[in-house]
Structures are given as structure tokens and as C-alpha cells.
């Protein structure tokens, strides 16, 4: 299901750097090496319109399923995305990259307070 597998990775990064700022703190490693940020989300076309996180009636009965996964400064990793009922429009596909960045610039934001980063990190 690309809803577990998109938490699976947005919680993974917090969990790597509470393990690497552990790591720093015992002196094994002098810094964090990680260059950015990772969350995913998962999304649908439902009804013509884009949903962030649908619900399981929602998703088994939407037109295409999307899973997006990005940094924190806003580049791609990946997207997956499969017309499920109905081919889907570049137009719709845009539009959920934008809901997309919306919905993982809210993890991000909650990543960085689970560990305790300022917003500017």
C-alpha cells in the first residue's frame, strides 16, 4: 500500500537522524551526513479532483494513484503514479505535484519538530 510505504519513508528519516545525532553526541562521528531532508505522500484522483492521503473508499474507487516522494529543498525522488480506472491528464498530474509539495512541506515541518531543528534546518 503506497500510503504505509510513503509513512515507512517519511518516518525512516527521522529515525536515521535520531540514530546519526546519537552517533554525534557519543563522538563516533563528528556530523550528521545527511544533505537533506526526505518525506513522502500518497495521493489519488478521485471524482476528477486530486486528494492528498485518501481514505480506503476513496482510493480503491479513484481514477489513478499517485505516491511522491521528495527532499526538503523540493527536488523529486520519485513518482509513481498508475491510472487505475481512467487515464489521467497532465494537467491532473500537476496538480498533484503541487498538493503533493503542499503535504510534504507539512511533514517536513513536523519531522524537523519531532527533532527539535529549527525551520531553517
Do not use: K, W
Not at 9 to 25: C, P, R
Not at 45 to 70: H, K, W
Amino acid at each position: 500500500d503506497g500510503g504505509t510505504r510513503c509513512a515507512s519513508i517519511t518516518g525512516a528519516y527521522v529515525a536515521i537522524h535520531l540514530a546519526l545525532q546519537h552517533l554525534v553526541q557519543q563522538g563516533a562521528i563528528a556530523s550528521i551526513p545527511l544533505t537533506d531532508a526526505v518525506a513522502a505522500v500518497s495521493l489519488g484522483i478521485f471524482q476528477g479532483v486530486p486528494f492528498l492521503d485518501l481514505n480506503y473508499d476513496e482510493d480503491s474507487t479513484s481514477e489513478a494513484d499517485l505516491n511522491i516522494v521528495m527532499t526538503g529543498s523540493g527536488t523529486l525522488i520519485e513518482i509513481q503514479g498508475t491510472a487505475e480506472r481512467a487515464p489521467f491528464t497532465t494537467e491532473g498530474l500537476l496538480q498533484t505535484l503541487t498538493l503533493a509539495r503542499q503535504g510534504i512541506e507539512a511533514l517536513l515541518a513536523s519531522q524537523r519538530t519531532a527533532l527539535g531543528l529549527s525551520s531553517s534546518t
